[in-house]
């Protein structure tokens, strides 16, 4: 028998959405909870969101009286994901949708505040079971100050990045403050907020910080112990079933008994160059694109496959095309849901809607990268997109730094042909795409891709220009390009978990004692995105619901 150091009811192994939300339902069970962290901040990739959520028919659409029923978000995931057997299998998503729905009551009865994104619509809205008024929440701007000693220990996320105190949900409108009056305003009220919160040194978190520094604060009042620069080692196993976890906690190893379950919610492998060579098939990268959290190596995945686990999807991740990083600080990776802009291979053509879901438009550049170079890409766009956007994370519109022409980081040109010389595309090629693309463009159309006709790509396009918000022609000189890249925020494949979040060995049978959540599970949406929101959802909803499994057990 294992000599336990210390003992709990559920050991959460990641501080991400999952992981905390395993822990408080499980003390809410009446349980004995413990959260490791092998970081010195809490939050794992959650924290680093938009802390969108994403659920069919949930407790804030009720309340605001936006039609939905769970039999739509069903027929939904049917057409949509489709059938890829049993990582989204019907009870899985049944799961998903109404235990989505019990969590959520549960989170607001427990002091967590969420509000509705109105108007993010879901990502292929027009296909059967589709919600054009969105299924996604976020939580509301929140003073950091009510954690106490335990804000220094929250991960920063989004908007420290974008040095403005901005929700996931006003970025759509806020970078088209010269757009339209409805985008000035809600910029105003942003720039309003983060003056506040300079001048009176109020620490408001938003997106996936402030929904993580809400767990944290709900977690700490009901007793959770949150362990952090505690490195999982490996899973304890007595007679076939896991019965705790060994850490590594002030550089010695701790022996911690689960008495009911160990969740597994320590994100995928995004910066796992060895594990995403070997699983990536067409979809291969070695990570060095990637903006995942730093703690996403896949520790925990690792360790589970070594004890049998079955794996699913394990090439693939949640795609977001991205210029180079020396252009982090640039709003280009927005460009291509703008009018004015395409995307092609170097062959000059367009291959894909480029305004589409991100994992879309990452998965086709690897699918066209077989037959012509796709990886990188060009974003082209003309002096008029130049002139209509502001392209730095700040409220000057129309000045394309000089440092980064300069650096060759943004090509630039009088003519198209000139224009693809520099970039190595075929320069026929290109110039055939811009005549093909700016006829039916200067009308709004896009007959190739139907660019612009969705609700998600009229929700992410400029309100300012007609007749489409995402389409308009190339044609005003000079003219620009920079490459684009699939970068990913975390892998999305990995162990089969079952409708209970538990994981699934070589005998198609559950491992006893262990659930998984997260990026480190075969998702149920599989290969697509059904919603903003739609990762950091299924990471909660079944860390949630492994952990009331293994406390009723």
Known sequence: MTAWDDSYDV??????????????????AGGRALVVEKRDLLGGSTAMSGGVVWIPNNPLMQRDGIADSDALGLEYFASTV???????????????????????????????????????????????????????MEPPPYDGRSLGPW????????????????????????????????SFVIAARVQLRTWYSKLFKVPILTNGTALIAQLVKSAVDQGVELWTETAFDDFIVEDGRVVGV????????????????????????????????EFGADQATDGKWSVANPGDTGDALKAAIALGAQT????????????????????????????????????????????????????????????ATAVPAWLIFDDGYRARYAHERNLVFGRIPQEWLDQGLIKKAD????????????????????????????RGEDPEFARGTSAYNDCLGDPGHKPNRAVGPVQKAPFYAFEVFPSDVGTIGGVLADEFGRVIGEQGSPIPGLYATGNGVATVMGRFYLGAGASIAHSMIFGYVGARHAMNA
Request: include cysteine; charge should be positive.
């Open 11 to 28: 050991i959460s192994i990641g501080s991400g959405g999952g992981g905390m939300l395993a822990a408080l339902a499980a003390v809410d």
């Open 82 to 136: 489709g059938d890829i057997g049993p990582a989204s299998s019907i009870e899985r998503r049944k799961a998903f949708i109404t235990e989505g729905a019990g969590m959520t009551r549960f989170l607001l009865e427990k002091g967590v505040k969420l509000t509705r994104c109105p108007g993010y619509s879901d990502y292929y809205s027009s296909n059967p079971g589709g919600n054009a008024a969105g299924r996604s």
């Open 151 to 182: 804000l220094n220990k929250v991960q920063p996320g989004l908007a420290m990045g974008i040095g403005m105190n901005v929700k996931t949900n006003e970025l759509r409108d806020m970078q088209y403050f010269n757009r339209s009056l409805r």
């Open 246 to 277: 060994r850490v590594i906690r002030d550089g010695a190893p701790v022996l911690v008994e689960a008495r009911k379950g160990v969740i597994s919610a320590a994100g995928g492998f995004g910066h796992n160059a060895e594990l995403r060579t």
């Open 312 to 371: 699913e999807m394990m090439d693939e991740a949640v795609w977001l095309p991205s210029p180079t990083r020396a252009l982090g600080a640039s709003t280009l990776s927005a460009a291509r849901n703008r009018p004015g802009t395409i995307m092609v291979d170097a062959a000059g053509k367009r291959f894909v809607n480029e305004s589409n879901s991100y994992i879309e438009v990452g998965k086709a550049m690897f699918a066209r990268d077989k037959t």
């Open 415 to 442: 003519t198209i042909e000139e224009l693809a010389a520099l970039c190595g595309i075929d320069p026929a090629g290109l110039a055939t795409q811009i005549s093909k693309w700016n006829g039916p463009a200067s």
